[in-house]
């Protein structure tokens, strides 16, 4: 392993099967579709096998259905119909610009795979660069839809997802897309419209892995954080490193650090990077063991852009918790969560520049480890301020997923408007953030994500 140290612990790897590695934030527990595809022979071939069944824990299931119908109202009936349905989720595959790929996405469109990240819905990204651009852009008075999906509009199976110019999703007019006028983005990732899962690619030695497995909707912090070339990045909870790997894919930063305090999971960390990158990137790559909470007095303003990808509850494997026990213990620690997550993004505020971008996440739907710490940090911090996510990332990619709700209009600010304060779950209608919730036929997610500058 040749990547960069901050300390001087040597990595021995542990001899995981690579579908051991997967994240728990990304897909491994639960009973799920299993594809094999047998390369040798290049006759891919999908056959299915189920993983032995593992029932939801009941006191997770309980606390969800107490916390998250009051906060998501009518949405939660039908996530929690997802969340507990491990056969309907989707899996995304994305493609390691580092290794030769062509052959994985032949295999890949030959199952139906398709690309999530279409021109125009880069471009627009990219082209939006503040979202108060698109907003502009907007009609006054023009509102969007509701961005849940309709199981019932969804392509059948077996249908590639196609670019649809013509689709209605939030009232948007595809004619005032801004033009493309950016170069497109190395970073690929396939979706297909069905469950189907991509098998795991086992380690080759000598040879980079193709792709990475994850729930899509983890790429889009990485998109909200907009890395540039040359730019210095910190990942502030980095292990097992799949959003470093988004990084990686998609812009050429001058370093990214990866910083992970747990050492098994750094060591997981490490041999995700040295598995998809090149020698050459080595240098220009860290790994870091420092506490997330201390890593901002440490390396003051030294950074472009931090990832605060935290710790949180993690909705979907907590609620298949090994067994009660383990499902208690995490329901007891996740009191502790928000103040633990709230340092990370202050300490991620020190770390980063003025006028540089933090991108904080997580992948629970939980307001009191979402909004609520926003809120908190924003008031403790009067240099950071909010940007609006809507217009520029729920907006292009509604059709792929399914955000919670417009926040309302010139409500970008954390100051909730008087009709709002009381009421739960509104943070997200305030622009604090924006909240992918799993819905049929858009089964990606939970995750929050906010963008917050602090100012020059
Ligand atoms: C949600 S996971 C990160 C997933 C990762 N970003 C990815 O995309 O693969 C959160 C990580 O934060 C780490 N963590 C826990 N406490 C931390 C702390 N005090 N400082 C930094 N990281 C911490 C956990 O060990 C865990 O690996």
Redesign the pocket.
């Known amino acids: 392993m040749h990547l960069l140290w901050r300390s001087r612990w040597k990595i021995s790897f542990k001899t995981k099967t690579p579908s051991e590695w997967m994240?728990?934030?990304?897909y491994h527990t639960g009973p799920v579709v299993l594809q094999s595809i047998q390369k040798k022979g290049r006759d891919s071939q999908v056959t299915r096998k189920h993983r032995k069944e593992r029932s939801s824990c009941p006191a997770v299931l309980d606390l969800f259905d107490q916390q998250y119908s009051e906060e998501l109202g009518d949405l939660w009936p039908a996530a929690r119909a997802v969340l507990l349905d491990p056969h309907s989720w989707q899996y995304g595959v994305m493609l390691n610009r580092f290794s030769a790929v062509t052959d994985i996405t032949q295999i890949l469109q030959s199952q139906g795979f398709s690309t999530l990240l279409l021109q125009t819905d880069v471009s627009a990204l990219l082209h939006n660069g503040s979202s108060m651009v698109s907003r502009s852009k907007r009609q006054e008075g023009e509102d969007c839809a509701v961005s849940l999906c309709d199981a019932s509009k969804f392509p059948p199976c077996d249908t590639p997802l196609q670019s649809d110019s013509t689709s209605p999703v939030l009232g948007q007019n595809p004619q005032s897309e801004p033009t493309p006028s950016l170069s497109i983005p190395s970073l690929q990732c396939y979706i297909h419209s069905c469950p189907l899962r991509f098998p795991s690619q086992a380690h080759r030695p000598g040879q980079l892995k193709q792709y990475y497995l994850?729930n899509a909707a983890?790429l889009l912090p990485v998109l909200a954080l907009q890395v540039k070339d040359g730019e210095k990045v910190l990942?502030?909870?980095?292990?097992?490193?799949?959003?470093?790997?988004?990084i990686l894919q998609s812009a050429n930063p001058a370093l990214l650090c990866c910083?992970?305090?747990?050492p098994h999971?750094r060591d997981w960390?490490a041999k995700?990077l040295e598995s998809f990158l090149p020698r050459a990137l080595h240098s220009s790559v860290i790994v870091s063991a420092?506490?997330?909470?201390t890593?901002g007095q440490s390396e003051a303003g030294l950074y472009d852009k931090v990832?605060v990808?935290?710790?949180?509850s993690?909705d979907r494997s907590w609620l298949y918790s090994r067994n009660i026990q383990q499902g208690g213990q995490r329901l007891k620690e996740r009191a502790k969560l928000p103040s633990?997550q709230a340092?990370?993004l202050k300490?991620a505020l020190s770390a980063v520049r003025p006028g540089g971008i933090v991108v904080y996440?997580?992948?629970t739907l939980s307001s009191f480890e979402n909004c609520a710490v926003v809120e908190t940090v924003l008031d403790d911090f009067p240099e950071a301020e909010l940007e609006d996510l809507w217009d520029e990332i729920a907006v292009p990619l509604s059709r792929y997923f399914a955000f919670s709700s417009r926040p309302g209009r010139g409500q970008t600010t954390h100051e909730p408007p008087p009709q709002l304060q009381n009421s739960a779950g509104s943070s997200y209608r305030r622009g604090l953030g924006i909240l992918v919730v799993p819905q049929p036929g858009k089964t990606w997610g939970p995750m929050f994500l906010c963008r917050i500058r602090r100012r020059k």
């Open positions: 994240c728990p934030c990304h994850l983890s990942d502030l909870c980095s292990a097992p490193g799949g959003k470093a790997l988004a910083n992970e305090p747990d999971r960390l995700t420092q506490d997330g909470r890593f990832l990808d935290a710790p949180c993690n633990l340092q990370l300490s996440s997580t992948c």
